[in-house]
């Protein structure tokens, strides 16, 4: 099984400092990377898939990068909105999630 | 728009059954593979399982294997969990979610239902 290590598990940031989440993999996969963002009480939403490609109406301030089995999240300007657990996933081999890292307010 | 919506949860004991079902619309559900996925409360996501459009290939998590079944009814447009010998592990949100179709994407996720809740307890 390919197993998925986020980190940090928590962040403590301000409305417009640059925020970096790192996922790791347990071994290639290739760009089969997406990242989700899940709000208490709501279901995830996808944000980015095949590790760099914006999904549809997600704001531009969010990217994603990486290969192999090293990937990234930034958010280059975090905006009020964006306090919320980001999970990365693979879908390599069947699907995997990372634990989450909560991005929470400094 | 896409709309998927779960219903069946419930508090149930353990060794007990419960069926999920996931009515679609907004889509042409029998183009799309659809699946489960869960989060105990607390905790993160789980994958559980997966059903191709045609309902004939399907896949599940080792944690679920031999217990649960997913399927569909494509003239229902609706997913279904049958999840039988219930244990507290299993206590978690149950989403379904939609497989994004296109080569260029792979699998992944494009939308998901609300969630409905799944208790094992005696």
């Known amino acids: 099984d390919i197993q998925m290590t986020q980190s940090p598990s928590t962040l403590s940031a301000s409305v417009g400092d640059r925020v970096t989440i790192t996922c790791r993999a347990s071994?290639?996969?290739?760009?089969?990377l997406a990242w989700y963002q899940q709000k208490p009480g709501k279901a995830p939403k996808l944000l980015i898939y095949?590790?760099?490609s914006l999904e549809s109406g997600v704001p531009s301030r969010f990217s994603g990068s990486g290969s192999g089995t090293e990937f990234t999240l930034t958010i280059s300007s975090l905006q009020p909105d964006d306090f919320a657990t980001y999970y990365c996933q693979q879908y390599n081999t069947f699907w995997t999630f990372g634990q989450g890292t909560k991005v929470e307010i400094k | 728009q896409v709309q998927l919506v779960e219903s069946g949860g419930g508090v149930v004991q353990p060794w007990r059954s419960l069926r999920l079902s996931c009515a679609v619309s907004?889509?042409?559900?029998?183009?799309?593979?659809m699946h489960w996925v869960r989060q105990a409360p607390g905790k993160g996501l789980e994958w559980v399982a997966v059903i191709w459009s045609d309902g004939i290939n399907k896949y599940y998590a080792d944690s679920v294997k031999g217990r649960f079944t997913i399927s569909r009814d494509n003239s229902k447009n609706t997913l279904y969990l049958q999840m039988n010998s219930l244990r507290a592990g299993d206590t978690a949100v149950y989403y379904c979610?939609?497989?994004?179709?296109?080569?260029?994407?792979?699998?992944?996720?494009?939308?998901w239902g609300q969630g409905t809740l799944v208790t094992v307890s005696a």
């Open positions: 071994q290639s996969i290739v760009t089969w």
């Open positions: 095949k590790a760099s």
């Open positions: 979610a939609r497989e994004m179709r296109g080569d260029s994407s792979g699998p992944v996720f494009d939308d």
């Open positions: 907004g889509f042409t559900f029998s183009d799309y593979a």
